[in-house]
């Protein structure tokens, strides 16, 4: 177990490089503040698509392929492709499995997907497993709205401490030998279950998940929060970021200014009429992969700690009583 | 449908959980659901009396048509995506009349037309509103009863 540090962190002996990035947001998440750093905003929300579900798969098509023409890799170069979605059975990667070609492994970590892809596909590199690996994850508005809870043209008043869903989909490869970021460890959550029921403060349910994985990392590391740019935490909105920041606090982990959520990030809050902020598996996907992955090709980032938290409840789970279940991943990635 | 108990940790971190949530601003809301809810009303009077003065319809059926005309008007609103917008305001002003039964209807058959005409739109045309249906008709059944039995 030497690539095993403390109770859940593995360090990678030999770094894989995030070699390049492919991001496709949706209209509304391209009138954001961060709508500069996208690789292409779509026009319609459909995409020119018959169906919602269609056009989600649609947009992660594409993310993967701005990915590999970044690198100007052929998919046949690339050895697996590590995706997952919200929606049931996984089915926007499954369909984009069948465009791309390339041998898949279907995931499962809701809104966490874009951290545990990249720590797993790390770990299959590390592991001299694979040498090219193509992560990615997508999330839509509409499609996310009509399977957990209304039909999108139903008139319901959205609480204060609700979150929107982000359409978007961002696409990560990872690989040797070629400039760029690279992942140097990552610490595996545990699903944690606080009792939070209502699914519609999904931020509030994920909060002890972010804390229990983020304290865990630094205890298992040693390192000081200090040393980090930026600690982001997936889609905890800002309602969750506050708790996630309270309950680190009591056990004696304060955060500081670099501590940010990438639901907060990405839209306006106080223009775009969001609420808490964004979710989705879009939303750490859009913002690390979009945003962060820029600012660190333009060296204004050295080091950073990517928290994508996930909510592993389903309807009929929630609908029958249960709590709902929350993971969270932590990825550090280094110039 | 029966909670699970909270053990101390949980219930510990519910109760910061319950500090957090901003509360909605329930006067505000109250208000701007008496002054909308009070026009969709307004708008059913003008159309019964439209329909008792112009169309020669007798006083007591005049509601008919004129509910049928609403559920239209709520139709066509929630078709054109205008109904979430103008609810986002008006909140149960729009919701508790006839015009929300139209908008739970119309929106869910709208959503769910992609799955196909009959397994689609026929059958999950009434996922929201099935509920109210269900209860109308059982009220009606009960009150019928004693109706029949005391009458």
Known sequence: MGKKTGKQTYHFANPPVVISTGTVAGPFEGQGPLHADFDEILTDPRNNETTFEKAERSMLTKACQFALDHASCATTEVDLFLAGDLLNQIISSNFTAVTLGIPFLGLYGA??????????????????????????????????????????????????????????????????????????????????DLGSTDPLNMGAAMAPAAADTIHQHFEDTGWDPNAFDLIVTGDLGKIGLDLCRQVLAENGLNLGENFSDCGVMIYDLQKQDVHAGGSGCAASALVTYGHLYKRFARQELNRILLVGTGSLHSTTSFQQGENIPCIAHAVRIEA | MAKPKLTPAQQKYQNKVKKAEPKPDYLRNALSAFFSGGLVCLLGQALIDFYTKVMDVPPKEAANPATATMILIGALLTGFGVFDQLAKYAGAGLAVPVTGFANSVVSAALEFREEGLIYGVCAKMFTLAGAVITFGVMTAFVFGLIHAIFH
């Open chain 1, 111 to 192: 809104c966490s997907t874009a951290a545990l892809s990249l720590g797993l596909g790390a770990m299959l590199l590390d592991g001299g497993f694979a040498g090219t690996v193509l992560t990615a994850t997508v999330s839509h508005n509409s499609t996310a709205e009509r399977q957990y809870r209304f039909p999108t043209e139903y008139g319901a008043q959205r609480r204060p401490y609700q979150q929107w869903t982000v359409t978007g989909a961002g696409a990560a490869l990872l690989g040797y030998d070629r400039p760029g970021p690279k992942i140097t460890a990552v610490t595996f959550g545990k699903v944690i």
